[in-house]
């Protein structure tokens, strides 16, 4: 498996502000991706996290709403952007490691007010 | 785009007793189809997985069974445990999308002593 840091963990965030999460894997992994949990619910892909160039985002999210970084192999950041209450969510980090197997870091519990 | 169906929602089952989740796909170019198991306040965890070159693969407790034909998958864990108890996501993907996941609904899974 891979090992995934991310930061914060948690976070309780002002509407209209801004929150920047950090995803870390020990080792080199071919892909990374985004993913939102709404509470109760189930994981909705937010895009793919392309190394030194600009992220594929899936329907219904926009870059300028969920910019995404990824310098290297190993490191990904996610900006939410202008939050409001209704963007209150886990987000969920992803890599891949031999082309299928997909891991998750633990998530970082938002929450707006 | 793939379409995960998941079913049931939720299960209750006796410590010792035998649960089945049941997953269908929409997209035949789907290939590789993982379960996860989510434990409250963490990260989704791998559990096992199968791919589509493969009927029916086994880890000691747990078994997952796929036909292609009828695009459905199952996993079926045996003897069950109270450590058991989470809610489990079936999740589908190829590598026309470098293996992003679309996930079922999910299913909450309690294990009563």
């Known amino acids: 498996s891979a090992v995934i840091s991310q930061k914060p963990s948690r976070d309780i965030c002002q509407r209209g502000t801004s929150l920047t999460i950090q995803c870390q894997v020990d080792s080199q992994v071919t892909m990374m991706f985004w993913y939102r949990q709404q509470p109760g619910q189930s994981l909705t892909l937010i895009a793919t996290a392309n190394q030194g160039s600009e992220a594929t985002y899936e329907s219904g999210f926009v870059i300028d709403k969920f910019p995404i970084s990824r310098p290297n192999l190993t490191f990904s950041t996610l900006t939410v952007s202008n939050m409001s209450p209704e963007d209150s969510s886990i987000y969920l980090c992803s890599v891949v490691r031999y082309d299928t197997e997909a891991f998750f870091g633990q998530g970082t519990r938002l929450t707006v007010v | 785009g793939e379409n995960v169906e998941q079913h049931p929602s939720t299960l209750s089952v006796q410590e010792g007793d035998s649960a089945v989740i049941k997953c269908t796909y929409s997209?035949?170019?789907?290939?590789?189809f993982p379960w996860y198991k989510q434990e409250l306040g963490k990260g989704p965890q791998l559990i096992i997985d199968?791919?589509?070159?493969?009927g029916e693969k086994k880890d000691q407790r747990i078994a997952v069974t796929l036909n292609k034909t009828a695009k459905h998958f199952s996993l079926h864990i045996t003897e069950t445990q109270p450590e058991d108890s989470a809610v489990y996501f079936c999740?589908?993907?190829?590598?026309?999308?470098?293996?992003?996941?679309?996930f079922g609904k999910g299913t909450s899974l309690l294990v009563t002593p």
């Open positions: 199968i791919r589509s070159n493969v």
């Open positions: 997209d035949s170019a789907s290939n590789y």
């Open positions: 999740a589908a993907s190829n590598s026309n999308s470098g293996y992003a996941l679309n």
